[in-house]
């Protein structure tokens, strides 16, 4: 089954031709570091394996490394010293550019021995680029392909893995067709480290999709199955049973319940320029 994932917001990414919850690409990015490397650093050797798996250590002396991202993927760029100290420069009186052609691209941040040290712990979000805050609001965001009024939006915002506990930067997605609340899934709610954590979830955001291009919304094998209320009307209905009360404590809908207390609720903050409180914390 072929389907086209349309953005509604963020930048429009390549996919695998087999694929569409696979990104490969895009074509604009942005420069998030700039440094440099070389063999005097203690973890020099171990920093430039992947370079050296791959015939690409060309440059004993060292390397200048840039650090790119979008929405959905990264970017490690390596080249020459002296280019990186120029863009540097260049940088310091306002926003430059570089010839990639210079040098090599790996498609990914890289991790472990010394580069742990050296990679940024960036989010997408950041006051520096006109957000309410570092790690606030919303990355991306697809049309729902099976309604046409719904989105699944991907967004960082800070909150805890469940009640009461100690908040953190996260990153989930929301889908407005189901309504369903991540904050009970810890596999769909991922800590804001590196744009990994958002790659993974935008993947999620599609694949939620997908799930419901194939088997339709409320499909028994559908990721996207609205809860219609059920588990709201279960907790008034034991609510009045306890307290001996006619009301509702809680709104009787979904996209009520979320609206006012829900994900949907943080997502028209973030829209309106406003910081969200953070989320179950």
């Excluded at 942005?30 to 060309?58: K, W, Y």
């Excluded at 291009?213 to 609205?226: D, N, T, W, Y």
């Amino acid at each position: 089954m072929s389907v086209t994932l349309r953005n509604t917001f963020g930048t429009l990414h390549h996919v695998s031709a087999t694929n569409p919850a696979h990104v490969t690409g895009c074509d604009t990015y942005r420069i998030s570091h700039a440094t440099t490397i070389s063999p005097q650093l203690p973890a020099f050797e171990d920093m430039v394996d992947v370079l050296q798996e791959n015939g690409l250590h060309t440059r004993p002396e060292g390397y200048g490394v840039i650090f790119l991202e979008s929405e959905e993927h990264e970017l490690t760029y390596f080249g020459p010293i002296e280019q990186i100290e120029q863009f540097k420069r260049d940088n310091a009186n306002g926003p430059a550019t570089f010839d990639h052609g210079q040098g090599v691209m790996c498609p990914r941040w890289l991790q472990g021995k010394g580069w742990d040290d050296v990679v940024p712990r960036t989010t997408w979000n950041n006051k520096a680029h006109g957000a309410v805050a570092d790690g606030v609001g919303i990355v991306t965001a697809f049309a729902h392909t099976e309604d046409p009024n719904a989105e699944v939006i991907v967004y960082e915002y800070e909150g805890a893995w469940g009640p009461e506990g100690t908040p953190g930067q996260m990153v989930t997605y929301h889908c407005t067709a189901c309504h369903k609340d991540t904050i009970y899934d810890s596999g769909h709610i991922h800590e804001n480290t590196s744009p990994h954590s958002r790659r993974w979830t935008a993947r999620q955001a599609r694949q939620h999709i997908l799930s419901a291009a194939k088997h339709g919304v409320g499909g028994r094998h559908s990721a996207c199955r609205p809860g219609n209320g059920a588990m709201l009307r279960a907790v008034n209905a034991l609510a009045r049973d306890m307290y001996g009360t006619s009301g509702n404590p809680l709104p009787d809908t979904d996209d009520t319940y979320c609206a006012t207390q829900g994900p949907c609720s943080i997502i028209r903050e973030m829209r309106a320029g406003a910081r969200p409180p953070a989320y179950r914390a």
